[in-house]
């Protein structure tokens, strides 16, 4: 399995699906392992790892959100005590997610030696701006909706890190899987968080690249809020120059149409048509 980056006991794999990334971060004698993903392969590789260089640590499995491949490498840590949001626990869903991991694997004849369950959270995030320490070292949790109904944005000051799940790519525009507001908020609340924590220099997305300054983060805040209020926006927008920006995928094209669907749900009273076509 790629490593994508690796520094100051903070080890960031990247998946060959979807360049889904899992981060693997020390924190004296505990770990944080976040989002572990996708194929049985490239989970072992991380279990190797973790057991090669940690042997000692205490475990703490870290889940940004529900979607079916951010939780797919669940079984493979069950001594791990399990951190995420409230509303991930409460998620009326989770059959359909587990579901989604099943038909994934069939699908491709793949067996994986550990079962395949929901996550049972030990340690529930149930507020924004919420603190966690682990072994002295403090985590800032903020609520991440729009995308998801239950993500988490967390911050390691310690460790001058920010993990935002499926937000801030460099390679996806903004899926707009939950609700379009609350991303709009969302997409705020990180603006709010650069400018509250002045030593960040290091953004950790679910997909795509790994942000190692500032000036690339305020970049890829100023480029999803763009898309997102060009989304709400009543007039012709040139679309298919602003997702060319983030990724030449036809894939993006299709997931800016579902993103016009939700934003005709939003905005009540609202225009009968947005600028869907894209050539």
Not at 73 to 96: E, H, L, M
Not at 107 to 125: A, L, T
Not at 263 to 270: M, N, R, S
Request: aromatic share 12%; charged share 20%; with cysteine.
């Amino acid at each position: 399995m790629k490593i994508q980056y690796q520094n100051n006991g903070l080890t960031v794999f990247e998946s060959a699906l979807y360049r889904t990334t899992s981060t693997v971060i020390e924190l004296n004698h505990a770990i944080i392992i976040i989002d572990p993903n996708w194929l049985p392969i490239e989970i072992d590789f991380i279990v190797d790892f973790v057991n090669i260089n940690y042997p000692l640590h205490k475990q703490y499995l870290l889940f940004t959100h529900s979607d079916y491949d951010h939780i797919i490498g669940y079984g493979a840590f069950p001594n791990a005590t399990v951190i995420a949001s409230q509303c991930f626990t409460n998620n009326p869903k989770k059959g359909d997610i587990i579901q989604q991991i099943n038909d994934f694997d069939h699908e491709y004849y793949i067996k994986r030696n550990y079962p395949i369950s929901y996550p049972k959270v030990d340690i529930e995030i149930t507020k924004d701006d919420q603190t966690v320490n682990i072994d002295g070292i403090e985590l800032v949790f903020y609520d991440a909706l729009g995308h998801v109904s239950d993500g988490l944005f967390i911050v390691i000051p310690d460790k001058k890190c920010w993990i935002a799940g499926d937000y801030l790519s460099n390679i996806e525009i903004p899926f707009v899987d939950h609700d379009y507001r609350e991303y709009l908020k969302t997409i705020g609340k990180a603006s709010q968080i650069l400018e509250n924590h002045h030593a960040l220099d290091l953004l950790i997305v679910g997909h795509g690249d790994v942000a190692t300054n500032r000036t690339e983060i305020e970049r890829r805040i100023q480029q999803d809020t763009m898309y997102l209020n060009a989304l709400g926006n009543k007039e012709d927008f040139d679309f298919k120059n602003l997702i060319m920006q983030y990724s030449d995928n036809r894939n993006m094209v299709k997931a800016h149409e579902k993103n016009v669907g939700m934003v005709c749900q939003a905005i009540k009273g609202g225009y009968q048509r947005l600028n869907t076509q894209i050539n």
